[in-house]
T-cell receptor
Framework: KNEVEQSPQNLTAQEGEFITINCSYS?????LHWLQQHPGGGIVSLFMLSSGKKKHGRLIATINIQEKHSSLHITASHPRDSAVYIC???????????FGTGTRLTIIP | DGGITQSPKYLFRKEGQNVTLSCEQN?????MYWYRQDPGQGLRLIYYSQIVNDFQKGDIAEGYSVSREKKESFPLTVTSAQKNPTAFYLC???????????????FGPGTRLTVL
């Protein structure tokens, strides 16, 4: 079974700071997902990647398959980025996603 | 607009009562899922369905039941057999059936169930 670990568990930063959230997993995967959970509870898919790097606006996700590690970066952070960020992995031939416990990000104005 | 709806957003029930959580999607997705979220834990899979009239148990199915009579709908019943039913419940769907490579899932807004 794949183990997914995220760090840090909680992160507080000032508006404008560069944010990095890390995710590591134990077994080779077919894809890694970054999700954002808003304070109300709804979850939005941010990225799905299996190699390299993806960028959407101020968000950047990278993955290193050899090291079994992914990072989510937020540039020029803003209070509206405050949310829980969840990493999840999908495995070849497996119906299930395995989720990390999430990183709670708080951006202070 | 396409999406997943869950109702109600907040639900209160007395201990010993069964309760059914609604999940509807108009994305024409084949697969649907139910997850439970507890503080400090990752999402845990309760049940999933790859196709109408078929569903499989996830990691924590005990005390729960589901049905999939229509492609759009995947209701979850929390029975009195569930020992700790108070939690946040999320429904999701994916365009590809499970077992495909990427399994990108789209989530509903969730239902917070409190059993008194």
């Amino acid at each position: 079974k794949n183990e997914v670990e995220q760090s840090p568990q909680n992160l507080t930063a000032q508006e404008g700071e560069f944010i990095t959230i890390n995710c590591s997993y134990s077994v080779g995967i077919s894809a890694l997902h970054w999700l954002q959970q808003h304070p109300g509870g709804g979850i939005v898919s941010l990225f799905m990647l299996s190699s390299g790097k993806k960028k959407h606006g101020r968000l950047i996700a990278t993955i290193n398959i050899q090291e079994k590690h992914s990072s989510l970066h937020i540039t020029a952070s803003h209070p509206r980025d405050s949310a829980v960020y969840i990493c999840a992995v999908s495995n070849f031939g497996n119906e299930k996603l395995t989720f990390g416990t999430g990183t709670r990000l708080t951006i202070i104005p | 607009d396409g999406g997943i709806t869950q109702s109600p957003k907040y639900l209160f029930r007395k201990e010993g009562q069964n309760v059914t959580l609604s999940c509807e999607q108009n994305l024409n997705h084949d697969a649907m899922y139910w997850y439970r979220q507890d503080p400090g834990q990752g999402l845990r899979l309760i049940y999933y369905s790859q196709i109408v009239n078929d569903f499989q148990k996830g990691d924590i199915a005990e005390g729960y039941s589901v049905s999939r009579e229509k492609k759009e709908s995947f209701p979850l019943t929390v029975t009195s057999a569930q020992k700790n039913p108070t939690a946040f419940y999320l429904c999701a769907s994916s365009i590809d059936p499970p077992g495909r490579i990427y399994n990108e899932q789209f989530f509903g807004p969730g239902t917070r169930l409190t059993v008194l």
